[in-house]
């Protein structure tokens, strides 16, 4: 249990935001002790909930003053324990900071508050045209505040790349409540560092964003979905290649495996795809309609090249949504299986999926644990799953094993502990699989000058203890 | 003084370093260096900076964009051009790793023999190295179709002002592992760090590469199209308004990129949403188009660049009017008009003054790219709120100061300030 919060502090906060949006009733701070990755568990001090930036500003202060941590937090979707309230801190969450500031479609912006939701956006922006682009399978509940903590990744990545690409500008809080306004689409990004890329993707450790300027893109006029299935993964891995050497891009390149297709189509979510398969890959091309049946058609042959036992193109939205389904609910159906699921992420080098999907599955045999893949294989980001019971305590040591040597397989072929979930309190431990202690003092400097005293969202990213230098 | 150049000279193989006749040859804004280095690994480069004590280091890759740096004596160049080479390209695998000193033109050859290729298209671009292209950030119109090349480097390794060797980032697209030092380091000229080697995302060539051209006896005739172009439904690949064109007056170049079918359907579209025709080029003649734009109004003995957001763009264009004989070079979709200049204007530093604030008025900037140090000098802005956060910056990567070089950033956000001024 944390420390209570000193009544003093409380006071001033109940000030500040209104008695009503200052949370320190034990029960309802529940809801606060961990976010989508609910391995860990830890309730804050206190919640408060500020309405605006000049509110987060005082609360900043207030907290800073009593020199007690501070961890931001969006909608709690995050899956690397980012926004647990560890050192005793009070969570500051965005809940009330919905208002989208400005809806600019002649210069193809936005810019809004930190708790407008992913998909709200692109909703709002649909009237002109518009849409924003990156969209985290969380989208209808992450926050645009957590998804440039994160640099929130998604199945289109590949085409249309992750949050950074689409973030101009960013008015940021620090610790002890100055304000900073960072970049801008008017300013030339070429005159100065870009501390807007930098600031994206700290992981609430460097500062809190209060107002997020978003570039928006013009819908595709079109969109093609093909579903292929394969006899065996490699079959689908090898469909891939043979797509992206085709010179196409497509917007999506999702690969479900024969354990995940087994699941969905045992459960409530069942999309029809054929239980004796041993891959399904889901191909999406966008863009202007004249080019996408060739496109598709190309891509068509691909699988059937790589072995596709049958290949499926979505003619109409509902069908799409079908076609979609299996990998939408391959993460949710897995609760039937078995009471606990690790989803892992990390990045490899696309050309070395086979191999690493393949020494994945043997790491699983051998720990005698249920793995299957979902996965982009577009930009190689895998997220292996682990199936287990959390009461049973000498599986949760063969998970954690089983991560560890799942992440050095990953970094070993060239890739990275985590491609879009970050590294929160959840990863610190890998984070020596792919820096050295140069690099981890390096970041620890660049987090110092942002975060002097250490009270924005302690004990994530770096492992302890990383000196900087 | 000697001493510390010749202790720089010592940390490296003798064959790493050039002869005296030769360091005129090398002068920066008509500085001669001290010594010229051109370090054959990593190691040296490290050695290199180890060694620098009261003295300046300067970094230059294709030395295609050093028109507004003055270094500070004594300074030593340090050349990447040994550093050359690509470390890792698997074609299946969209990503390169090559080092720092790796011309753009040469990277070009083998990205192209397996139909890709990376769409950034800066000046000079044949020229430049892509330690080069990623410490400059290396600005193009391209940004718009593909984003920008900050966008597409996953990852560097760089040695920092005191020789640290740091491997940040990496070679797949997706990484959130850390601390995104690599936006950080891209675009900051050599100032935090000595880049050696970088990986980046490349793309597969489009089918079909076409501009669509409108002209005009003057660029102003042509803004009604060029916003329109900015707020179609068609994203092109680039959208650039120049002028003069070779023969006189103004052209708008919209590109598209695509397959066949979709390029002539986003024209039919562009022309719908514009109301008017435009004239399709392909090929050779495409080709030659768009390297006449992108080199356009960049070798000028002064060049400033001006930004607002894109729907300012008459207004910035105004800006640029006050500018005596200029050739200008607007990007369309960003709404910043690079402005050349055939001669120092009489007055520079005032009119220079007058635009800056002209565009802060429009809510957006002035950067010098290339001008006399008293030119440049003159568009620093004054310290703001980042002032101190780029000071940690700065100090946390290369704390003797050795890499910084004044003129590296003028105008723009953050001039030359900071802990070591």
Redesign the interface.
């Known amino acids: 249990m944390s420390q209570p919060l000193p009544e003093k502090v409380a006071r001033r906060l109940r000030h500040v935001v209104g008695g009503d949006h200052v949370i320190t009733d034990p029960d309802r701070l529940l809801v606060y002790e961990s976010d989508g990755l609910t391995a860990y568990k830890l309730p804050p001090r206190a919640v408060v909930l500020p309405a605006d930036h000049d509110e987060v500003v005082e609360v900043v202060k207030v907290l800073h003053q009593a020199s007690i941590p501070v961890v931001a937090r969006g909608s709690g979707t995050g899956l690397s324990g980012g926004a647990l309230a560890a050192h005793d801190a009070v969570i500051v969450g965005t809940a009330r900071m919905r208002r989208i500031l400005a809806l600019d479609a002649a210069n193809r912006l936005a810019r809004v508050e930190p708790g407008v939701l992913n998909a709200q956006l692109s909703e709002a922006a649909r009237p002109h045209g518009l849409y924003y682009a990156p969209d985290p399978s969380s989208q209808t509940t992450c926050t645009l505040g957590g998804n440039v903590a994160e640099n929130s990744g998604g199945p289109h990545c590949l085409k249309y790349g992750v949050t950074t690409r689409y973030v101009t500008g960013l008015k940021v809080v620090l610790s002890d409540g100055r304000v900073l306004d960072l970049g801008g689409a008017a300013r030339d990004p070429e005159g100065a560092y870009d501390l807007v890329g930098l600031f994206v993707g700290s992981e609430g450790c460097f500062g809190i964003a209060t107002e997020i300027e978003v570039r928006l893109l013009p819908l595709p006029e079109g969109v093609r979905t093909l579903l292929g299935i394969f006899e065996t993964l490699e079959d689908a891995a090898r469909a891939v290649t043979a797509i992206v050497g085709e010179g196409l891009l497509p917007a999506a390149l999702e690969i479900i495996d024969g354990a995940s297709i087994k699941a969905v189509e045992a459960s409530a979510y069942a999309a029809g795809y054929p239980t004796d398969a041993g891959a399904a890959l889901v191909v999406e091309f966008d863009g202007t309609d004249a080019g996408l049946d060739a496109a598709a058609a190309r891509a068509e042959a691909c699988c059937r090249e790589a072995g596709a036992r049958d290949v499926h193109r979505a003619t109409d939205e509902a069908e799409r949504t079908r076609l979609w389904q299996g990998r939408k609910k391959a993460f949710g159906v897995m609760g039937r299986i078995a009471p606990d699921l690790l989803v892992q992420d990390a990045t490899v080098p696309r050309t070395r999926l086979p191999d690493v999907l393949h020494r994945i599955m043997q790491i699983g045999e051998r720990y005698g644990l249920h793995v299957s893949n979902v996965f982009h294989a577009g930009d190689g980001n895998l997220h292996p799953k682990l199936l287990f019971d959390r009461r049973d305590a000498e599986t949760l040591a063969k998970v954690e094993a089983a991560s560890k040597e799942i992440m050095a397989v990953c970094v070993e072929a060239g890739g990275t502990i985590t491609g879009e979930h970050g590294v929160g309190i959840d990863k610190r431990g890998y984070m020596t699989l792919v820096y050295g202690p140069d690099e981890l003092a390096a970041m620890a400097a660049v987090r110092d000058v942002w975060n002097p005293d250490g009270l924005l969202n302690p004990g994530k990213v770096l492992p302890d203890p990383v000196e900087s230098r | 003084m000697s001493t510390a150049v010749d202790a720089i000279r010592a940390s490296v193989d003798p064959r790493a370093v050039a002869p005296e006749h030769e360091l005129e040859r090398w002068s920066v804004g008509d500085v001669v260096p001290a010594a010229v280095l051109t370090p054959g690994s990593v190691d040296e480069v490290s050695a290199l900076l180890r060694a620098a004590h009261d003295v300046r280091v300067l970094p230059l890759g294709g030395r295609t964009h050093l028109a507004a740096i003055r270094p500070r004596e004594p300074f030593v160049v340090l050349s990447t051009r040994r550093l050359t080479g690509v470390e890792?390209y698997?074609?299946?695998?969209?990503?390169l790793t090559a080092t720092a000193g790796s011309t753009f033109s040469s990277l070009s050859e083998t990205l192209a023999a397996h139909?890709q290729w990376l769409p950034c298209d800066p000046p000079r671009a044949p020229e430049r190295t892509l330690g080069g292209m990623v410490a400059?950030?290396a600005?193009s119109p391209l940004w718009a179709g593909y984003?920008?090349l900050?966008?597409h480097v996953l990852g560097v390794t760089i040695v920092?002002g005191d020789g640290?060797?740091?491997?940040?980032g990496?070679?797949?697209?997706?990484?959130?592992?850390?601390?995104?030092?690599v936006?950080?380091i891209?675009?900051?000229r050599g100032t935090?760090g000595v880049v050696v080697s970088a990986s980046v995302r490349v793309?597969?060539?489009p089918?079909v590469d076409r501009s669509l051209v409108l002209r005009a006896p003057r660029a102003e005739a042509l803004l009604t199209a060029a916003r329109a172009v900015g707020?179609?439904?068609?994203?092109p690949a680039s959208a650039v308004l120049a002028e003069p064109e070779p023969g006189g007056g103004a052209a708008l170049v919209v590109r598209l990129h695509?397959?066949?079918?979709?390029?002539?359907?986003?024209q039919s579209?562009l022309e719908r949403h514009v109301g008017t025709t435009f004239e399709p080029v392909e090929g050779a003649a495409a080709l030659s188009l768009s390297h006449h734009m992108r080199d356009h109004a960049f070798e000028q003995p002064m060049v400033l660049?001006l930004?607002?957001?894109?729907?300012?763009l008459a207004d910035v264009m105004g800006v640029a009017r006050t500018l005596p004989h200029a050739a200008i070079l607007a990007d369309v979709m960003a709404?910043?008009v690079r402005v050349g200049m055939p001669a120092v204007p009489p007055r520079a530093v005032e009119s220079v003054r007058a635009c800056r604030d002209a565009m802060r008025g429009?809510?957006?900037?002035l950067?010098v790219e290339a001008a006399p140090a008293d030119v440049a000098a003159a568009a620093a802005p004054p310290p703001d709120?980042?002032t101190g956060?780029?000071s940690?910056?700065r100090?946390?990567?290369d704390p003797r100061g050795t890499l910084w070089n004044p003129g590296a950033?003028s105008?723009?956000?953050?001039g030359p300030i900071g802990v070591h001024e």
Request: net charge positive; glycine share 18%.
């Open positions: 890792i698997e074609p299946g695998d969209l990503t139909g400059t950030g600005a984003g920008a900050r966008d920092t640290r060797v740091l491997k940040l990496g070679r797949v697209m997706k990484n959130v592992a850390g601390f995104d030092l936006r950080l891209v675009g900051s935090l793309f597969p060539t089918a707020t179609a439904p068609v994203m695509g397959a066949e079918g979709a390029v002539d359907a986003d579209r660049r930004a607002a957001l894109p729907s300012r709404g910043r429009l809510g957006g900037t950067v709120e980042t956060l780029v940690g910056l100090a946390s990567l950033f105008g723009g956000r953050h």
